[in-house]
């Protein structure tokens, strides 16, 4: 379990300030992936886009993995075309990097269903959305705007019980988005364990 101080923290990031703005062009990436190939985001203009921070080692992923949390929200959101990649940007002298056949296995065993799982050793891309935590969330819409930056629900907590009571954001924001609608939350608190950057 976390420490209540590394959960304020994480509690503390603020859901603006990023590097790319709501509203604004979403950063263009060309990323490796755990397969050995490489994906841009360019290449998705015309879809939705997820985008997911994530850290096998952070209990607040393993909260979303190992209840199926977020798996489903894949799922869902393969079924309805929506692109979903998923990054990791923990450095490689970190004890919670996987090399890419280690994080492809994790993610086998997880039964993920992201489109593609990236690797983002220098952070670059992480930087250049203002990713703080993960999982740490954002939503691109087909035109290559950043429209949801934040959190994946309501309930800031590493407890797989909160699930069920907590608002999930990015359902909210897909749902609202693939109609049409303006979104009624596009930014929100995000909370977990800090990016393991490289320095």
Not at 33 to 51: A, E, I, N, P
Not at 61 to 72: A, D, E, F, L, W
Not at 168 to 182: I, M, P, Q, S
Request: one cysteine or more; proline letters at 7%.
């Amino acid at each position: 379990m976390p420490t209540r101080r590394a959960l304020l923290y994480a509690l503390a990031l603020p859901a603006t300030g990023l590097a790319a703005s709501l509203g604004g062009p979403a950063p263009d990436f060309a990323l490796p992936d755990v397969q050995g190939g490489t994906r841009r985001l360019s290449d998705f203009r015309g879809r939705h886009v997820v985008l997911e921070w994530t850290n096998p080692g952070c209990p607040f992923v393993q909260k979303h993995y190992r209840s199926g949390n977020m798996q489903t929200l894949q799922r869902e959101a393969a079924a309805r075309q929506v692109v979903w990649l998923t990054i990791n940007s923990t450095e490689p002298g970190h004890a919670d990097y996987l090399k890419p056949a280690e994080l492809q296995r994790w993610m086998a065993q997880q039964q993920a269903a992201a489109t593609a799982v990236l690797l983002d050793e220098s952070g670059q891309t992480g930087k250049a959305y203002g990713a703080r935590v993960t999982p740490h969330m954002y939503l691109i819409d087909p035109q290559g705007r950043l429209i949801y930056a934040g959190g994946i629900d309501s309930i800031p907590s590493a407890r797989v019980d909160d699930i069920a009571q907590a608002t999930n954001y990015v359902r909210l924001a897909l749902t609202e988005a693939l109609a049409g609608r303006h979104l009624s939350r596009p930014s929100t608190a995000p909370y977990g364990c800090s990016i393991k950057y490289a320095s």
